[in-house]
């Protein structure tokens, strides 16, 4: 009887325990685990410590909602950028695509390479390539005729290696961190080295991420009437690089405040977690480390694409958060 | 006895068909007037037509409210721009204040003329002085140092007519439509001739507007390291002069989006409304017609500052909405 009477006592126990524990907001954290395909450890922790620190209205590092900035660089940050940046492959498929109409190109080394697949000999262009190819397919039409064949290469290009499409070769663990952040009242950024006008048209869908929070690079436009009508011509001129120290340059212009959190992978990101950390208010510096040659790719200091040497030494003296994507990430894409 | 009954029958009428009438959703309009400073007549009726047509889910305009974006000139629109430009009395109070530092100014025409308070003189020099003393003035500290600055003058500085601080010389019946369309899911951005850096400082507590929805003309920075910790200069050079054409364009490079309402009152705006008029959304446009020189200023197809001359003709050849603040307005300031 005593042990029916005790079991009974547990029993009660254990059910009336159980919703207070779950009633509670402070336990609400418990609850559910904001970042599930994350590993637990001291990386995870440190999110979710600052994003409970700077929350919490009685904490000492309480930041008011307006002040929740947080800035994401998206090549190998927030989808993967290996063997090349995918804007690279978008504007391969276009020069692809135009060249029938351009006998005048066939002068051209670059461009041949890129029709020759043989990306080895693009790549040897380094940037200055690239952004040539980027002039090259990306002026000269509105921007409404541009954004519409983005949204037609977004939901149809695939990656060569995977086969899955680009869209869908996004973070999981980012996606979470995304969705964790802006459910605690931040604002989430992109700040990518990439074209702006190439990331609009998907970010809303891909990342909940509206057009007029992303920040990338840019060439010149110019508003101009066609049959009447007013249209905007993308034109072959670098209006803005968002890259290095473009990235704080970038903020300033369109945020006009001081971030409190950023996450990047490369060098390119370097300056944008310096001028976060230098935020007065407390604040999060992530760096996504690719360590996982087998789900992923593996590279940091030699790499031609998303390099990551100095930040990654100023990230180890700083303390800032790195991210190994081997052992803190459950899985990589969704 | 019958008198009493129909008496008692009217107070429960009444009584009981008070609340279903505030209750009604559709009705909800009508219970407080969203526009209180605005007199009764055609054009407060425009402003709240469109509201409607764009926000009942079922009407055929319906606009879903991510793609409700307003925009709203500032000088002339939304707060006073005569006898000139504010920002130009703050670039003058900063010449005078720097002008001790600065022997070698004492051989330039353009500031000599705004120390003697000619103001004729310095108007003389157009739209190029105005953008020299800008330079002079705005650039060569760092982004922290004038946002100080801007901060502090908004708070002091008095107009010179009227004697309000120029943050006061705000226009009521336009605060009122900002809060009417936030209030039915508009997200309100100002899009400025004048300097984003003048701006973003106070527009939050005066318009509501936060820094990252101003976008205005802007100088360059450069990010470097100060004493070990980043900065952001500026620099005397010109970034993007938001006028004109460059209206459309600095709404693309920061929105992304085409909006479905815009307000201007010079032919500066032309350019934004004709963009907004373009959506294939239904939209709004509507030009402030400067017409009280009692109470403000009446001005327009002659005047030096926010002239309005081919905008009011497209505004009557196109039917779009025209403010005569003399007869549309109740007051002017609050």
Redesign the interface.
Known sequence: MMKILTFLFFVIAIFSCKPQSEKGSSSSVEKTDPLPTWNEGQVKQSIISFVEAVTVETSPDFIKS?DRIAVFDNDGTLWAEQPYYFQLQFAIDRVKALAPEHPEWKENKLIQAVLADDINTVLSFGEKGLMELIMTTHAGMT?DEFSQIVKDWIITAKHPKTGKLYKEMVYQPMLEVLDYLRANGF?TWIVSGGG?DFL?PWT?EVYGI???Q?IGS?I?????MRDG??V?IKLPEI?FIDDK??K??GI??????KPVAAFGNSDGDL?ML??TA?NHLKSLCVYIHHTDSVREWAYDRESHIGKLDKGLDEAIAKGWTVVDMKTDWKKIYF
Chains 1, 2 share one sequence.
């Open positions: 307006a921007t604002k702006v609009r809303e509206p057009a007029d992303v840019s010149k436009a110019a508003y101009e009508k007013p905007l209006n120290e473009g704080p340059v300033y212009q369109y945020i006009g405040k300056q310096q001028y230098s």
